[in-house]
């Protein structure tokens, strides 16, 4: 098993920056691929970013291609979210997860593992 702990949200201003954190901790973290998602109020859970296990591959999502960027260190256990030029819209709760295989990405329910979230809120 893997436990997860998501950090670094935060309210900030349109056009503003955060670095999302998620330190794993148990099984060996280099055998989980990882992604973040988020889900708004009264909105279902969406994909935003997935890297691969040694970090060699990214996706994301339309929606934040190009502002948004995911990494790992494995040395640290730990995979980032850096979050760029942030709309309203992207004010959500951000969750981290884990899966074994680089498979069936931008599917929640293919995640074996979840943190409990981090708040980003965006103000207009």
């Known amino acids: 098993q893997v436990q997860l702990v998501e950090s670094g949200g935060g309210l900030v201003q349109t056009g503003g920056s955060l670095r999302l954190s998620c330190a794993a901790s148990g099984r060996t973290f280099s055998y989980y691929a990882m992604g973040w998602f988020r889900q708004a109020p009264g909105k279902e859970r969406e994909f935003v970013a997935a890297?691969?296990?040694?970090?060699?591959?990214?996706y994301y999502a339309d929606s934040v291609k190009g502002r948004f960027t995911i990494s790992r260190d494995n040395a640290k256990n730990t995979v980032y979210l850096q979050v760029n030029s942030l709309k309203p819209e992207d004010t959500a709760v951000y969750y981290c997860?884990?899966?074994?295989?680089?498979?069936?990405?931008?599917?929640?329910?293919?995640?074996?593992?979840w943190g409990q979230g981090t708040q980003v809120t965006v103000s207009s």
């Open positions: 890297v691969s296990k040694s970090g060699g591959n990214t």
């Open positions: 997860a884990a899966k074994e295989m680089y498979s069936n990405i931008l599917m929640g329910s293919a995640y074996d593992y």
